[in-house]
C-alpha cells in the first residue's frame, strides 16, 4: 500500500512538470563535409577543408585536375555522391562525410613505324594515358616483312620482339614499330653463283656464301659484315672456266672460316690470262690491270666494288643487313690485290688481312728517302690511276695484318708480269732481294705513316697458308668487327 501511494504521487508530480513545462522547438540537424585532394588538382567547389551543412542539403562537387593531369575519381564516404567518376557531381549531407578528390599524371604516348608496316592499336600518332595505365600494342608487317622490335622509350615494354605486347605508362614515351625483310631461310648454307652483269658494273662471275651461323644474328635482326676474298688461281690461263672452278674451290674452302666469323663470303672469279695474251696481273691488280681500257678488264677495283653492292642488295631482299664496310683477306696474289685494294677504297674496309703480299706490300707513302713511289711500288701517282688522291687519314684508320713466313721464298718482283723494269729495279736496290729481307722496311714504311698496321713473320714457314696463320687472320677479325 506503501508503495503504491508513492508511485501515485510521482506520477501525479510528473503529470504537472509535464504540463506546466513551454511547448519543445524543434531545430535542424547539422553535418561536417571534410574535402581533400590528391596532388594534381584542387576542388573548386565548395572549396578544400571542413564545411557545415543542414541535414539532406544538396552540395555541388567541383574538381578542376592541373596541367598534365586528370580527375580520377572521389574516393571515401561516398555512398551520396551523386556520380564518383565525375569532377562535376553532388553529394547529399545525410550524416558526417569526408572524401577525397583523387587526380592521376597525364602521359603522352607517340607511336610511329618503319616502312613496310604500321601500329594497328592503339595506331599511330600522340595519344594520352594516366599514369600507369597498360596500353595494348600492335605491329603488323606488310606481306614479304616481319615485325622487328620496338625501338625508342621501351623500358616499360613487355618484350620489345614481340609485335603483340603492352607498354605501361609512367612517363612520356615514344616508340617506334621497326619493320624489315622477310628472311628467305632457303639461302642459308648455300653457295650460290651469280652471273657477271655488265649493266650493274661487273663483267665477271662471283660466289656468295651464306653460312648458317650467320641466321641467328639476322634473326635477331643484327647488321653483318661481308667477308671478301679476292680470287687466286696460282697461275695464267686463257681458259675462264680454270679461273670460275678455282673461285669455286676457294669458296667452299673458306666455309667453314666464314662459319666461324658468322659473315657471308663473296669469291669474285677475276681471269688471269696468258702474258702473251694480256700482259696483265689481274688477280693481283697490277699497274698494267689499273691502266686497261678494255671493258670487261678496266678498273678491276671498280668491278669488285659493284660485286659488293649487288651482293649487299641480293641479301638485304633476302632479309639480311650488311654492314657499309667490308672485311678483305687474301694471300699471295689475292693478297697483294687487297693491300692496293684497300689503298683505293679505305673507306670500305672495316679491316684487312694481307699474307705473303707477293714479295712486297704497297708502301702507304710518296716517296721514301727522296725517292718517288710509283704504284704499286707506293702511292705517288695513285691518282693518275684512279682519278682520286690517296686518303691517308682514312687509311689510318683501318686496321691491318700483314703476315709472312720467315722462309717464304714466293716473289712476284722478278715475275715476267706484275712490275714495270723500273719498279723492279727500284725495290731490289733500295728495300731487298728477297720478301724476308724487304719485310722489316716495309714495316718501318707502315710505321711512319702512323698506319694502324701490324707486321707478323711465322718461323719455319714458306709460302703456305697455315692453320695457326688462319687462326690467327681470324681472331684479328673478330677483335674488329666493331663498327667505326
Not at 49 to 63: C, K, M, P, R
Request: negative net charge.
Amino acid at each position: 500500500m506503501r508503495r503504491l501511494s508513492t508511485f501515485l504521487i510521482a506520477a501525479a508530480l510528473i503529470g504537472g512538470m509535464v504540463s506546466c513545462a513551454p511547448p519543445i522547438v524543434n531545430e535542424f540537424v547539422h553535418y561536417n563535409l571534410a574535402i581533400s585532394n590528391t596532388t594534381g588538382g584542387s576542388v573548386t567547389a565548395p572549396g578544400e577543408g571542413v564545411f557545415t551543412y543542414d541535414e539532406a542539403t544538396l552540395v555541388s562537387l567541383v574538381a578542376s585536375p592541373a596541367s598534365g593531369y586528370r580527375f580520377v575519381n572521389w574516393t571515401g564516404d561516398v555512398d551520396t555522391i551523386a556520380n564518383v567518376n565525375a569532377a562535376s557531381t553532388t553529394i547529399t549531407m545525410n550524416d558526417n562525410y569526408s572524401i577525397t578528390a583523387n587526380f592521376i599524371a597525364q602521359y603522352e604516348l607517340t607511336i610511329g613505324s618503319t616502312d613496310s608496316g604500321e601500329v594497328t592499336t592503339p595506331g599511330e600518332g600522340v595519344f594520352t594515358y594516366g599514369a600507369g595505365t597498360v596500353v595494348d600494342l600492335v605491329a603488323e608487317a606488310e606481306e614479304g616483312y616481319r615485325f622487328v622490335s620496338w625501338t625508342g622509350d621501351v623500358g616499360t615494354i613487355a618484350n620489345v620482339k614481340f609485335a603483340s605486347t603492352t607498354i605501361t605508362m609512367n612517363g612520356e614515351y615514344t616508340v617506334t614499330a621497326s619493320f624489315a625483310r622477310a628472311i628467305d631461310y632457303s639461302i642459308f648454307g648455300k653457295l650460290t653463283k651469280i652471273e657477271a652483269d655488265p649493266q650493274n658494273g661487273f663483267y665477271w662471275a662471283y660466289y656468295l656464301f651464306i653460312p648458317n651461323s650467320v641466321r641467328s644474328l639476322v634473326e635477331e635482326n643484327q647488321t653483318v659484315y661481308l667477308l671478301v676474298e679476292p680470287n687466286n688461281t696460282g697461275y695464267p690461263h686463257d681458259d675462264q672456266e680454270v679461273h670460275d672452278s678455282a673461285a669455286m674451290t676457294l669458296a667452299n674452302r673458306r666455309a667453314s672460316f666464314a662459319a666461324q666469323l658468322r659473315v657471308p663470303l663473296l669469291i669474285p672469279t677475276f681471269p688471269r690470262p696468258q702474258p702473251s695474251t694480256a700482259p696483265l696481273y689481274m688477280q693481283a691488280l697490277d699497274r698494267n690491270t689499273m691502266l686497261s681500257t678494255i671493258d670487261e678488264w678496266e678498273r678491276i677495283d671498280l668491278q669488285l666494288t659493284a660485286m659488293v653492292d649487288d651482293a649487299t642488295v641480293r641479301l638485304s631482299e633476302k632479309g639480311i643487313s650488311l654492314h657499309s664496310k667490308i672485311l678483305m683477306m687474301g694471300y699471295s696474289a689475292s693478297g697483294m690485290f687487297v693491300n692496293r685494294f684497300v689503298v683505293m677504297h679505305p673507306d670500305r674496309i672495316q679491316a684487312a688481312a694481307v699474307g705473303s703480299p707477293g714479295g712486297w706490300p704497297i708502301a702507304p707513302l710518296e716517296q721514301w728517302e727522296g725517292i718517288s713511289l710509283r704504284y704499286p711500288v707506293g702511292v705517288d701517282d695513285i691518282e693518275d690511276l684512279t682519278g682520286e688522291e690517296f686518303d691517308i687519314e682514312e687509311f689510318r684508320t683501318v686496321p691491318l695484318y700483314f703476315y709472312l713466313g720467315d722462309v717464304d721464298t714466293n716473289d712476284s718482283v722478278p715475275g715476267p708480269t706484275g712490275w714495270s723494269p723500273a719498279n723492279k729495279q727500284l725495290i731490289f736496290e733500295h728495300f731487298g732481294e728477297t720478301p724476308i729481307k724487304r719485310w722489316p722496311i716495309a714495316e718501318q714504311m707502315y710505321d711512319s705513316a702512323r698506319c694502324n698496321s701490324q707486321f707478323v713473320l711465322y718461323p719455319g714457314v714458306g709460302h703456305e697458308l697455315t692453320y695457326a696463320m688462319l687462326t690467327d687472320v681470324r681472331n684479328f677479325f673478330l677483335n674488329n668487327m666493331e663498327p667505326r
